[in-house]
Each structure stands twice: as C-alpha cells, then as structure tokens.
C-alpha cells in the first residue's frame, strides 16, 4: 500500500528530495500560487508551521500554474514572494501540475487517497490542502476555502498519534 514515503520530488532549487525524509512527521501538502485570492493562506500556513514544526510538522509548498495562470513566475521568483512577502520558511517544490496527464505522481496519488466534493478527484483550485498522518497515509482533504486556522484541531490530533 502506497504512502507518501514512496514519492520522490523536485525542491524548488531543482534538487530531488525523497519525501520519506519526513517520515514519522504529520505532513501539510498544499499547492500554491502566487496571484491567488488565496495567497494569503502563506501567512496562516507559515503559523501552523511555526507553531508546530517542532513536534512534528512539515509544510510543504507545491506551486501550480493550472488555475488561472496565478503562479506564472519561475522558481527564484516563487521563493522569493514566499520569503520576502510572508517570511515562509517551510519547503517550497518546483512548479508542478496537479492534475491531467502531467499531473506529479504524488498528486495523482493524493487524489486517489481522499476524493473532492461529490468523489471527484481533481483539484479544483490553489491551496487544496492534503493532511497526512505520521504512518504516511492521508487523513483528509481540504477545500481552498478551508483556512489554515481550521486545520489546527486535524493537526494536534494527528500530532499525538504515534507513528505506525
């Protein structure tokens, strides 16, 4: 059965970064944009970062261009808005697609693993978030529209359980 330990993908400085370096973490997979109405979810994803990176939480950032061409820089100018705009200090990937036929594998994955409103799996817009537990399996999906803020009681909770 597949986790998230079995994906491989590229950082944002084009180096391949295994995703089983966060094993035995809760990790926080969203993918972002820069021109997004809901940009400012940094600084509420940066929080959640900040507040629990110590007890096990990883945040990781997947620009995506898909909608609304609303991530339309390159890597060094995504890293740079994220840094100077809402201090994110947490792991920023190269630009993907999370869906279609160049969809990135965890993504495709992800979709499988939690289903949208109405069981479709396609993401719909910027900052869908996909929580995944310490045992490296998904817990839940959430919309763009879910804040940062409501994450925090999925996130303790999933903090406390030990790992598989």
Not at 5 to 12: A, M
Not at 112 to 129: D, H, Q, S, V, Y
Not at 143 to 157: G, H, K, V, W
């Amino acid at each position: 059965m597949p986790s998230i330990d079995d994906f491989t993908v590229t950082d944002i400085e084009g180096k391949p970064v295994p995703l089983a370096r966060f094993r035995g973490q809760v990790v926080l997979v969203v993918n972002v944009a820069s021109r997004c109405g809901f940009t400012p979810q940094y600084e509420g994803l940066q929080a959640l970062y900040r507040d629990y990176r110590d007890q096990g939480l990883a945040v990781l950032g997947f620009p995506c261009n898909q909608f609304g061409r609303q991530e339309p820089g390159d890597q060094a100018q995504i890293r740079e808005f994220c840094t100077t705009r809402f201090g994110v200090s947490f792991p920023l990937f190269a630009k993907i697609q999370v869906n279609g036929q160049q969809a990135e594998p965890l993504y495709r994955w992800l979709k499988r693993e939690k289903t949208g409103l109405l069981g479709t799996e396609a993401i719909k817009w910027n900052f869908t978030k996909f929580l995944i537990g310490r045992d490296g399996r998904v817990i839940r999906r959430y919309a763009p529209t879910d804040a940062p803020q409501s994450l925090r009681a999925d996130i303790e909770t999933a903090l406390r359980a030990s790992a598989a």
